[in-house]
T-cell receptor
Framework: GENVEQHPSTLSVQEGDSAVIKCTYSDSASNYFPWYKQELGKRPQLIIDIRSNVGEKKDQRIAVTLNKTAKHFSLHITETQPEDSAVYFCAAPPRRGSTLGRLYFGRGTQLTVWP | EPEVTQTPSHQVTQMGQEVILRCVPISNHLYFYWYRQILGQKVEFLVSFYNNEISEKSEIFDDQFSVERPDGSNFTLKIRSTKLEDSAMYFC?????????????FGSGTQLSVL
C-alpha cells in the first residue's frame, strides 16, 4: 500500500515567519494530496489539496507544491499567526482502484507559532 | 458549514465488552468512513461504506469490527469484544457523491479507552 512520511514532527516558528512541512509518498499512481489541520480537541479539517496534474496551488497564506518525479509534496504557510498553531497532516490515496476517500496519512506535524 | 457529528466524545469500557460508536454523516453525503488514531501514531483507515455495504476495509478491520447504517441518518461502528489495543480516537468521515470531489469531512472523534 501507500507509505506517507511526514517531516518534521514538531515545528516552532516566530509569528510572521514561514513554515514548511514536507511529505513523501511511495505510490507513483497517487493523484490527490490533501492537507488537514487539526486544532487541539477539534476535528481534522481540509485546508488545501492538490491534484497530480498541478505543480502548485495557493490559497492566501497557504500553498502546496508537488513534485511527482521525486514523489514529495510540501505545505507552505507564510506570515504565520498564533492561530496557525495546530497539528497538520498530509495524506495520499493508494493506487487506483481503491475506494475514493481511503487515505494514508502522515504522522502529523505539531506547528507552534510563538507571538 | 454542515458537520459530521459523533457520539459519545469519550467512551471507557472494560476489555471484552462491546462498544458502539455512533456517527451522523452530513445529510447529502453517500460515502462514509471510519478512521482511527492511536495516541502518537498516524490516522489509519478502517473501512469505507457505500450503498449499504462495505466497499473497502483495511487489515485492521477484522471480524471484531462491523459497521451499520441502521436508518437514514446514523452510521455506526461496533467493536464486538474490545481489546486493550483498540484504545484510540475513532473518527467518522463522509464525502459527497459529487464527481471530482474527494474532500473528506471528519467528525470530532470518539476517544475510546479500553481498560
Amino acid at each position: 500500500g501507500e507509505n506517507v512520511e511526514q517531516h518534521p514532527s514538531t515545528l516552532s516558528v516566530q509569528e510572521g515567519d514561514s513554515a514548511v512541512i514536507k511529505c513523501t509518498y511511495s505510490d507513483s499512481a497517487s493523484n490527490y494530496f490533501p492537507w488537514y489541520k487539526q486544532e487541539l480537541g477539534k476535528r481534522p479539517q481540509l485546508i488545501i489539496d492538490i491534484r497530480s496534474n498541478v505543480g502548485e496551488k495557493k490559497d492566501q497564506r497557504i500553498a502546496v507544491t508537488l513534485n511527482k518525479t521525486a514523489k514529495h509534496f510540501s505545505l507552505h504557510i507564510t506570515e504565520t499567526q498564533p492561530e496557525d498553531s495546530a497539528v497538520y497532516f498530509c495524506a495520499a490515496p493508494p493506487r487506483r482502484g481503491s475506494t475514493l476517500g481511503r487515505l494514508y496519512f502522515g504522522r502529523g506535524t505539531q506547528l507552534t507559532v510563538w507571538p | 458549514e454542515p458537520e459530521v457529528t459523533q457520539t459519545p466524545s469519550h467512551q471507557v469500557t472494560q476489555m471484552g465488552q462491546e462498544v458502539i460508536l455512533r456517527c451522523v454523516p452530513i445529510s447529502n453525503h453517500l460515502y462514509f468512513y471510519w478512521y482511527r488514531q492511536i495516541l502518537g501514531q498516524k490516522v489509519e483507515f478502517l473501512v469505507s461504506f457505500y450503498n449499504n455495504e462495505i466497499s473497502e476495509k483495511s487489515e485492521i478491520f477484522d471480524d471484531q469490527f462491523s459497521v451499520e447504517r441502521p436508518d437514514g441518518s446514523n452510521f455506526t461502528l461496533k467493536i464486538r469484544s474490545t481489546k486493550l489495543e483498540d484504545s484510540a480516537m475513532y473518527f467518522c468521515a463522509s464525502r459527497t457523491p459529487r464527481q471530482g470531489t474527494e474532500k473528506l469531512f471528519f467528525g470530532s472523534g470518539t476517544q475510546l479507552s479500553v481498560l
